[in-house]
Structures are given as structure tokens and as C-alpha cells.
């Protein structure tokens, strides 16, 4: 019978029940990924890469038009290139996976696949920087990086996974810092616009700073279980690689100098964020700017005389001003309605022979079922409409659920209460002691996730040690 | 002073007088990519990352358009998996790349790093194909590869290099080889229109087919030298590996059936096709198709009053219908103009003082160096048309050359003396057994490129035994 081969949108398991169950449901029925035979890496299926290729496209064109340039390294790092920083190796070098045969012979000298590429660029960088005519070199690729981690989660932590990581040299210590804070909000307008993710951009603390930097940025949102997911980061590392990897350049004025260096990159991972952003109990919901699909049309009563055709232009109509695809499969209406549900997808077009009658359709959001009667002749308007108002919804909920779940703590046992009982993030003042971020870490199960560019004065002290303060710090649990 | 950090463009190496060194000159004079400290491994610099991005583009574009989907596959293959194929691990596993540690553990099995991805594709395959409902699959990847090459040379034969991978599943062996025979038509025209270089569509012989494919099919396009360049591969496997990796699917008829596969591919190595092809002793020659900048504005007295203004002017108006850029800086005209030759921008736009009093500019063709003096209100309607006559002329100056470089041999001393005398390509009938076309291997010094789907009748007999002839083949030398 053909209806054997039909397949079914099975309920998934609700957030509240077991959020990481509903969260590996939505990305296995959403068909975003799928597990493979080797450990810890994925299969990143068609509908999951095409969200990746529009956050690709999205950045990329922000980094262009911000004068950086597409280049693409080697995926090895000889074991000597990779032990020239010394924090940086320290850093990486536990997590890294090695090639030591090429063919059927054993290599001189064993070769990491990167983990990163601070030190493949800087390599680069020792052979072309000679002048300050040479800089600022502006650079940036797409590639996937290996990290061998024990433990791993479909596009929040894998062995294998995708990303772009910039790489930039600059004339002065400023530029460079000016460069890290331009990417950090190069990555917080497309978290927050493009993928209505509200995010605290802040400085990580040295403890969580990336292996070689001076210091580290990072953009972190929060998910429906109050849990924090770093969402990219930007690096300065003023002149460690360069005088590591003796690279050096004639300045204006003739002397001998280092060029100072920034990194940033964001990655996959932004997938995750999305689900657990913005995905309800019925699956995935997309903001616009990234859904493969941002109208589905579903004829309605299909076989009545004249639907599908109706249905069929208007789909290639609507394919002039928007992503817009028609499901005239034998599948039931109520299949269709669950399955474009769980993928997501912003706006549901359902047209029939009433409907045309009419000369209107019924349009249905996502992300609050609300359904609109819309004359055939509004599309144009409507659509774009609705999406706004979607994406500015999606925003806002998640912006709406962020303040609802932070917290201030100004006493140590406050900070340890809301700690193990409410989810979410905590704010609360720190001395910039490594011990007292160890003693939070150990006892209220915290970890400082950055402490924001905004600054607050909650209070003067420490809220671990009571000595004086010297930054407001969110804590929170994270991915 | 300022005199001694400016760049010069260096005369390169003749191409006549050593075109290996003709070659590499380019790659490294026109910024395409530089060597790294991993052995047979390049850094592809934005220059040259540029153009591949406008073939990917390009290519994606068109694999889309024939309704393929992006995914990504890992890059480690398990011993195990690459092992099921026997045909596939005995091509593959002497030139693979061997992880065998993960940090400091030593990994209970190795995985290579993927050299081609038939074995993860299937395995992927084996887990998501059940019924005919799931098929066609037409998937494609872009990632890099690596395969363990001795003798490396930049973009023709790296261990690392850059491509996309078609993998398809079909329900019939008909619509298999129907995908075979579209996507080398796909490859073809990409070269010929966008690329300006004219291929031969052709079958590959046995010993020169894929690992594990039922019969590979190639472009082979001529270079410079009269060494053929392989631009492009499509194979059809049947269902060999559908049987080793156990995918089956039941059927419109209720039976368990084996579904038809193909690959297909296409790499970085049509950047060194561009080169051989169209290059000349001033440097790369750009198709406008993948050239990063398509005019390149130059202004001339760029000191006197309005000639900047005017030039940057021009400019802005360009880049709404061409890839424009502006060299203002203080280098000479000298400089400027063999600088963009060797980078083979297509378009050279002069501007000066007299040219703005004319209401005029002056356009120079790179590839035939023709001047054209043009009224600056003509630029929208010239620009294209020059743009479009550059490509047609890069196409049919490089099928006009093949033409003459090849030849016709119907006995086996001629054959010979052409292999050893004429570079060019060879057509001559062959038996279809192995024992003759190793002999023209040995003897001759000729491979054999591929039996081309327009085949010509030279002889009745094989140019090499006398025996009845199976198919004309092309016989070359190759890259």
C-alpha cells in the first residue's frame, strides 16, 4: 500500500519534559543533521546546510563590505608551527588530531589538523608582510576545523565543524583593537537582526580567553533553559604571534616594527542557537533572513478543478520577491501543516477552491498561528510585512524571556542560591581574581560569561571575597 | 624612501623559452597563491581565492538549477568504511592521509582524512534511503581533499586541493546515466561559455576510469603547451557500491531493489587551466565570467584638478553593472598598467585631463591590447559588448590553437613520431584492449585522454595491434 510509504511528522518530545531530548528531536526531524560513522562528526543534511549557506552569505557580504578578502590555508599544521606560541599550543594542543602516515609511509614530522589557524596565517604573514604598504592585511575563510572533544552535541560541540575565522594584521596596537570590537559588532547585528537573537557583547575574563590572546570577546545569548551560548567571539592579541613568528615590518618611519593581530569567528553552532532560540514544541522557527524556505504554499482541496494551477502561480509569482515553495504532494493537508511546522519555515499559504473564489488566501505564522485572510493582489505588500513582523516578534520574545531570566545577585549566598534554582544569567560584581571566579565555578556552579561592554555598578564589592570590585560580570551556565 | 617599499612588476619567464617556469611565475606574480610549510599544501591568496569563488558561484548556481542540494559530509573516513568498496580502497589507500591519534590517545582505528567521499556518501546513503519515495538523492559537497601526491604542483596536483563533489542515488540505471551524461554537459558548458576554454566530452578508457566507477567520463582541454588538462569528471558506478554498502530501497513493484549512483566533480585545477589556456608572457588573461575585477580604472595626470573626481566618478557608475575598482594610489602609469596585465583584468580604463575635455575615455582590451576610444555616455552599452567580444575571442583564438595541435594517426609509426615530435592531441582508432594502450604508453609516450562521444571513423583497425577498432580515442600527454 502506498500509505506504508507515506511518512509521518510524529510528535517530539516537549521542551518541558527534557529540553535536550526535545532539542536532538527538532534537529533530527527538522532534518538538519543526521549522526555518522565516524565519532563525534555529522552529516549536516540539505536542509541544515541551506540555513548555513545563508548565514555564509549573510556574513560574508558584511565582512566584504567591510574590506576583508577570502583566502584558504592548509588543513595541517606541522607539530613545530603549532608549538611556536606557547599558550597557544598549551591551549590546543591536547585536543588536536594527528596524521602521522601519509600512504603507507610515516611522516618526518607529524602534521595537526587544525584546530584553528592563528599559526598557519602567521606563517603566511612572516612571508608576505615586509613594508606598512603590506598592512592591513584583512582575511578571512570558510573551512572546518577539527577539536577532539570527549563529549559532543549536533552543531553545539563536535569534533568536526564548520566556521569561518578571520584573521587580520594591522600597522598599530589601536586598529587592532578597533578591528576586534568592529567584528564583535559585525557578529552581534546579524545575531540580533538577521537572526532576532538578542546578545550580551562583553570581554571573556582571562580564565576563559582564547589560548594566545589578550583578550577575548564574545557575543553570548541566552536559550529557553537559561543557558548561555557563546555565539562568536573576537580576538586581540596584540604582537604575541609576531614576535613568535618574527614577523616584522618597516614602519613609516623606518624602524623595525610588529604588526598587531586580531581573530574572530563564529560558527555552526549559530544553528543550535536558532532551535533553542527559537524553537517551540512543534518544532523549528526560523527567522526570515535564513529560512531556506520563508513561504510554504499548500493547495487545499488539491483535486478541485483549478488549485493547483492557482496554487502553482501563485508559488512562482510569490518566487519573484521572497523563498517560496510549493507542496502539492499526495500528502494529507494536516501532514503538510505538522511537517512545515517542525522545519520551521515562517509563513504557511494555504489556498482553496474557496479561497479562490474569493480571489484571497490564508496566510499562518509560524511562530503565533496567527492566521490573515489576504487578497491575491496584497502578496507583494503582505509578505514582506509578515515576515517583519515575525522576525521583530521572534526578537522580542527572546529579548522578553533574557529579562525575565537574569538575575542580580550582590550577596554570595544570594549568587549560589540562584545558582542552583533558577536558570538563567546572573549578574553580580567581581574583583578579576581567578579564585573567585574558581570558588563560583565550584560552588554555585557558575561560569563567568563575559563581562558586558554595558557596565553596571550593582554594588562596590565582590560579591565572592568582598574586596573591591573591578567589573560587573554575568555568570551563567553555558553550552 | 618612499621609492624603495613600492611594489614592481618583474618581467616573467617567456613561456617559449620555459613554460614550467612560465607557469609558476604567474601563480606567484599575479597573487593566486603562495607555498606553505606544509609540504604539497597552498595558501590560496584573494586574488586567487576571488576567482574560485566566481566558479563556485557560478557552478553552484547551475548544479542548484538541475535541483541539487549542498550538504556536508565529515572529513575522516573510518579504515572500515573506506575498506567495503575493493575496486575504491585499492585506488585510494596508498595516497590517503592517516589520523591515528585524537589529543594523546592513540585512536582505535585510523581514519584517513577523505580523498574523495563515494564511502561516506553511501554510508549516509544506507541510513536514509528506504523506499523509491527517497529517491533521486542529488547531492553535492564543497569542501577540500587530500590525496598523499609525491610530485605536487600549484592547482594542477596538490595533497590538498578544493573542489565540489556531486553524489547521486537513483531508482534506474537509465536515470543514473542520465545524470552521468547532464552533469558533464554542465561541466562543458561552465568551461566553454564562462571559461572560454573548449573541451572534448569524452569516455574514459578502463585503466584510466575512477576507483570503483562502472565508466568515467572526462572534459579534456587542451593547454598552451598541448598537454591536456582534465577539467572536470562524471562517473557512473551502477550499483557496486550500493551492493557493498547494503542500500536498497523497495520499489514501485514491492521488491528490494539496489539504487544507481553517480559522482562528479570539478576543482581548483581549472584556475591552472585558465592560466595555460589563455595566459600570455604578460601574465593571466582573465574571462570576464570569474575575473574579480572586469575593468580596472586607471587615471591618468591623477594630480591635475577634476582627473580624480572624474575617475572615481566613473568608478561608482561602473560597479552598477560591472566588477569595477579603482587604482588612485601613487604608483606610476607604467607600473600600473603591466600590474593589471599580469592579473589579468580584462578591461584597462584610461582617464585624463584631454579624455575628460573629449567627454571620452579610452578602453584597452588585455588580450589582443586593441584601444578603443569611447564616449563616456556609450560605457553602459561598450563595457558589455567589449566584455562579451574579449570572451569570444579568448575561446576561439584557444580552439583555433587546438585545432592546429591536433592530429590524425592511422599507423603506429606515425603515431609514435607524433607523440614524439608534435605536442598536441592525437586522434587514433583503438581495440579496447589494455595490452595495446600500455604499449602507446610505453612506446609512444601517450596516454590515453578519453574516447570522445563524437567519434570520427579513421580507420576500421586499432592504430596499435591491426586488429578490429573499438573506438577513436584521443591520445596525449596530460597534467
Request: charged letters at 30%.
Amino acid at each position: 500500500m502506498a500509505n506504508e510509504n507515506k511518512k509521518m511528522v510524529d510528535a517530539i518530545t516537549s521542551m518541558d519534559e527534557d529540553f535536550a531530548k526535545w532539542y536532538t528531536d527538532i534537529v533530527k526531524k527538522a532534518e538538519l543533521m543526521d549522526y555518522s560513522s565516524v565519532r563525534g562528526c555529522m552529516v549536516i543534511q540539505p536542509y541544515g546546510y541551506a540555513i548555513w549557506e545563508h548565514m555564509q552569505r549573510n556574513l560574508d557580504d558584511r565582512f566584504k563590505a567591510l574590506g576583508h578578502e577570502n583566502v584558504a590555508m592548509p588543513m595541517f599544521i606541522p607539530e613545530s608551527l603549532l608549538q611556536k606560541e606557547k599558550d597557544h599550543v598549551e591551549g590546543f594542543a591536547p585536543e588536536v588530531a594527528w596524521v602521522t602516515h601519509g600512504g603507507n609511509e610515516q611522516l618526518q614530522e607529524r602534521l595537526c589538523v587544525r584546530p584553528t589557524s592563528e599559526t598557519l596565517f602567521c606563517d603566511y604573514y612572516s612571508r608576505v608582510i615586509h613594508s606598512y604598504r603590506d598592512l592591513p592585511k584583512l582575511y578571512n575563510q570558510w573551512c572546518s576545523v577539527v577539536r577532539w572533544e570527549k563529549t559532543t552535541r549536533p552543531f553545539l560541540r563536535s569534533v568536526e565543524f564548520h566556521w569561518q575565522e578571520g584573521h587580520t594584521m594591522h600597522e598599530t596596537a589601536e586598529e587592532a583593537i578597533a578591528e576586534t570590537e568592529q567584528m564583535l559588532n559585525c557578529y552581534a547585528d546579524f545575531l540580533e537582526n538577521d537572526l532576532a537573537m538578542p546578545v550580551i557583547k562583553g570581554k571573556k575574563t582571562d580564565k576563559e580567553k582564547f589560548a594566545g590572546a589578550v583578550s577575548t570577546y564574545s557575543v553570548e545569548a541566552m536559550m529557553h533553559d537559561g543557558k548561555a551560548l557563546q555565539s562568536g567571539t573576537s580576538h586581540y592579541f596584540g604582537d604575541g604571534f609576531s614576535k613568535a613568528f618574527e614577523i616584522q615590518f618597516s614602519g613609516r618611519d623606518n624602524t623595525l616594527q610588529y604588526p598587531h593581530q586580531t581573530s574572530w569567528g563564529a560558527s555552526t553552532r549559530m544553528i543550535g542557537g536558532l532551535i533553542m532560540t527559537h524553537g517551540d514544541d512543534n518544532g523549528l522557527v526560523l527567522p526570515p533572513a535564513v529560512a531556506p524556505i520563508q513561504v510554504i504554499v499548500l493547495p487545499i482541496a488539491q483535486h478541485k478543478e483549478g488549485v493547483l494551477e492557482k496554487a502553482r502561480e501563485l508559488t512562482a509569482r510569490l518566487k519573484t520577491f521572497c523563498r517560496a515553495k510549493i507542496d502539492d504532494s499526495d500528502q494529507s493537508p494536516g501532514w503538510k501543516f505538522a511537517q512545515y511546522e517542525m522545519k520551521g519555515v515562517p509563513l504557511r499559504l494555504e489556498i482553496g477552491p474557496k479561497d479562490i473564489e474569493k480571489n484571497q488566501c490564508v496566510l499562518v505564522r509560524r511562530d503565533s498561528r496567527e492566521k490573515y485572510f489576504i487578497g491575491l493582489e496584497e502578496l507583494e505588500t503582505k509578505i514582506p510585512e509578515l515576515l517583519e513582523e515575525l522576525r521583530k516578534g521572534l526578537y522580542e520574545k527572546a529579548l522578553a524571556r533574557r529579562e525575565a531570566m537574569t538575575y542580580t545577585a550582590s550577596a554570595y549566598d544570594e549568587l549560589c542560591d540562584l545558582g542552583e534554582n533558577k536558570p538563567g544569567l546572573i549578574k553580580a560584581m567581581w574583583c578579576g581574581e581567578l579564585v573567585c571566579e574558581e570558588k563560583i565555578k565550584q560552588e554555585a556552579g557558575l561560569s563567568s560569561r563575559n563581562m558586558p561592554l554595558e557596565q553596571e555598578q550593582i554594588s562596590d564589592v565582590c560579591v565572592c571575597c568582598g574586596k573591591p570590585a573591578k567589573a560587573m560580570v554575568y555568570w551563567g551556565k553555558a553550552y
